[in-house]
């Protein structure tokens, strides 16, 4: 991806998570950005196109991360304290895509925003099911809760690295810990 391409991307990505996709035009992206619309168009296609660019941009790389932290080594605490830290640093690092990524996952399901962002959902389930099955194997209290298990990780990792972008919460690596620890309680319970 070239320089202009990147200016036009994390523009778009910074309008959309301040104001929504719906409330952002091309127009705009190309006003902020610096560039006319023809460009716009030349690189991405449509609105569309450069929202499926940002989103490869930033989840792409994100998930082959992801994929180092996923295989589970016999210890689940340090596996799950791993992906939790991932995730709290990679929202801090890309606090404009995180922001925009979870506004993506409450939206509409028929909206734009939510089928492009599917095929990323869909493969995050899929590999933390697969993350917890392989627990259960080791920890035969979890079978039959693996799904339920990885939808409740997820929704602690994002509501917890939203709290910490918003200043809601302070976390240090005692912390993180206790939350693990907490999340574990509940899980072996």
Known sequence: ??????????????????????????????????????TLYHYFGSKQGLLEAILAYYLTPFNQQLSQLLPYHGDVQTS????????????????????????????????????????????????????????????????GRESVLSASFQGLLFTFASLSLQDEFEFTQPRNHQIIHQFMHGIFS
């Open 1 to 38: 991806m070239n320089d202009n391409q990147l200016i036009i991307l994390r523009t778009a990505c910074q309008l959309f998570s301040q104001y929504g996709y719906d409330a952002i035009g091309v127009q705009q992206v190309v006003e902020e950005a610096g560039f006319t619309k023809p």
């Open 80 to 143: 799950l304290r791993q992906i939790f830290d991932f995730y709290l640093t990679f929202a801090h690092t890309n606090p404009h895509f995180f922001r925009m990524w979870m506004a993506f996952r409450l939206s509409p399901i028929q909206s734009i925003p939510y089928q492009s962002l599917l095929p990323y959902l869909k493969q995050h389930q899929s590999d933390f099911n697969h993350l917890f099955q392989t627990i259960a194997l080791q920890h035969g209290n979890l079978r």
